[in-house]
């Protein structure tokens, strides 16, 4: 078994190699969990905390993903040579969480009992740790005291920290205890069966329909229907999205005014009449996956990444199926449709200049400035301001935000801690979501709609007064209430602007950058996951 955990979810796949998940998508008390490690059969330690700002430090938390319906699951004896056989003993839907020291934030707040790191267990059940007292941030870290992480055992019947080394001109960490193995463990398989980079990994679902999230779908032709209904009712595709972190885009730290990874669009697989879709990717990339309807717009966002080896199958039964039940086919036949037809392969396998990126100054801006710039710039538009006092120097310092100009000039914002200067459109759209995010005040001026919501074409202001159209003509959003804008005011916008406008910079996250507007090279040769082609 596999524990597969992220600062979103852990997510359920079956595959050949059976890589499971254990926690993370339903009722987590922290937005991430890091550094999980098995106590017991389906019962682990990790840390808890914020997504950022706490460098991977927080609270520790047991989490339990035991079957509780079942005794035998109950039972570590019963956990022999793989066993209990017969028995659906992992049950991620319905994990429980206890945190073990409730006096250390879950957020990013000030810490008054410092944080911990890299915790494991020792066989008396107490943990080693790393633990550092303090407020515990990337603040702190640059601040003239940082935190200090030494190596302590962790009581969680006391609460209590028992020092064991810390040198103090360096951080301690991921110490592990030497301990006797219990032999009768079965070992875990090697995941790379096949040695070739150049052979992909195949991915997809039985019937994309079958989901245990308790959610409705609004928006567009839904009006708080059931997942499962939109996802029957609606789903034509599935959206396959590369994920690639800074290092990959030169010069960047974050990709705009948003938390979401830079992101490539591998392809859009179809989904076939009994709900099933299967597609060749490359192996080795981190990927996440969108359901999306006729119009183009995800039914619901799946922000866990999921990657795979060379050769590897991984299927799951549906979007987040129930991890304790049956998993059939949904016209009963064996193999699925996509299986008939065999893996979709082209576009998704094409090298890294080939992929589907949107970034804002290349794909957008040019669009905006043909078609929109004309009606929505500075002179058109009004301004709301916000302050923003830092936290170290108490200055405060003043922002004008514009509430819709659509045109390249530069306006300065705060976001996340940081000040950068980004063209008017970008913030304009993307600025009233942003805030969510930032410790800002409003001086003056009404805050738009949220124009552009990361992870949300769906909700997003901007796509609804666009509107959108399907092949058949038909539109997302009646036109007695959303007329096709600015048709109604004699500008056109091709279909695919309009997804370049208002479908694909929401969904994929509301990124600026991407690696075509960052000076990304990738390796000439050798390297897995920017396949080259000669």
């Avoid at 996340?416 to 759209?429: C, E, G, K, L």
């Amino acid at each position: 078994m596999t524990n597969d955990v992220n600062n979103n979810a852990a997510n359920h796949e079956l595959s050949i190699d059976e890589l499971d998940a254990v926690a993370g998508q339903h009722g987590k008390p922290v937005n991430s969990l890091f550094s999980v490690k098995e106590m017991s059969p389906n019962v682990m330690i990790g840390i808890g905390t914020a997504r950022d700002r706490t460098i991977h430090a927080g609270t520790l938390v047991q989490i339990d993903a035991r079957n509780q319906t079942d005794p035998a699951c109950l039972d570590d004896s019963k956990y022999v040579n793989g066993g209990p056989f017969g028995h659906a003993c992992l049950d991620e839907e319905n994990a429980s969480y206890k945190i073990l020291t409730p006096d250390v934030p879950t957020g990013s707040l000030p810490s008054p009992a410092g944080r911990y790191r890299e915790p494991s267990l020792l066989p008396d059940g107490r943990l080693l740790v790393s633990w550092a007292d303090g407020p515990v941030s990337d603040l702190s870290e640059q601040s003239a005291t940082p935190p200090d992480f030494g190596i302590y055992v962790y009581d969680p019947a006391s609460g209590k920290n028992q020092l064991i080394y810390n040198d103090r001109s360096t951080w301690d960490l991921n110490a592990l205890a030497v301990a006797p193995h219990n032999q009768g463990t079965p070992v875990i398989a090697n995941l790379q069966r096949v040695q070739d980079s150049t052979v992909a990994s195949t991915i997809g679902s039985i019937d994309v329909s079958q989901t245990s999230l308790n959610e409705t779908v609004d928006g567009a032709q839904f009006s708080n229907v059931p997942l499962s209904q939109a996802l029957r009712e609606g789903a034509v595709a599935v959206r396959v999205i590369e994920g690639f972190s800074s290092e990959s885009a030169k010069g960047v730290t974050m990709f705009g005014l948003t938390m979401f990874e830079g992101a490539a669009v591998l392809g859009e697989a179809p989904v076939y009449k009994d709900g099933s879709w299967l597609v060749d990717v490359p192996p080795y990339l981190p990927m996440h996956l969108q359901p999306i309807d006729a119009y183009g717009l995800a039914i619901r966002n799946q922000q866990l990444w999921i990657q795979g080896m060379p050769g590897e199958v991984r299927r799951c039964v549906g979007c987040h199926e129930s991890r304790t039940g049956q998993g059939v086919p949904r016209l009963g036949q064996n193999p699925t449709v996509a299986e008939q037809q065999h893996p979709t392969q082209t576009p998704f396998t094409e090298e890294i200049a080939k992929r589907a990126e949107y970034p804002w100054d290349v794909k957008v801006q040019p669009i905006l400035n043909s078609k929109c710039v004309s009606c929505h710039n500075s002179q058109t538009t009004q301004y709301y301001s916000i302050s923003q006092t830092d936290p170290l120097s108490g200055k405060t310092t003043l922002y004008k935000i514009p509430t819709l100009d659509l045109t390249d000039t530069p306006v300065t914002a705060y976001y996340d801690r940081n000040v950068h200067t980004w063209p008017a459109s970008y913030v304009s759209i993307f600025y009233p979501a942003a805030l969510e995010m930032g410790k800002v005040t409003i001086v003056s001026g009404t805050v738009p709609p949220k124009w552009g919501i990361p992870g949300s074409a769906r909700a997003s202001a901007l796509t609804q007064k666009l509107n959108l159209r399907a092949g058949d003509g038909s539109t997302a959003w009646a036109l007695s209430d959303h007329p096709l804008h600015p048709e109604d005011q004699g500008m056109q916008l091709t279909d695919d602007e309009r997804k370049t406008i208002a479908v694909y910079p929401m969904d994929l996250g509301g990124q600026y950058y991407a690696r075509q507007n960052t000076g990304f090279a990738p390796f000439v040769t050798g390297d897995p996951v920017t396949p080259i082609t000669h």
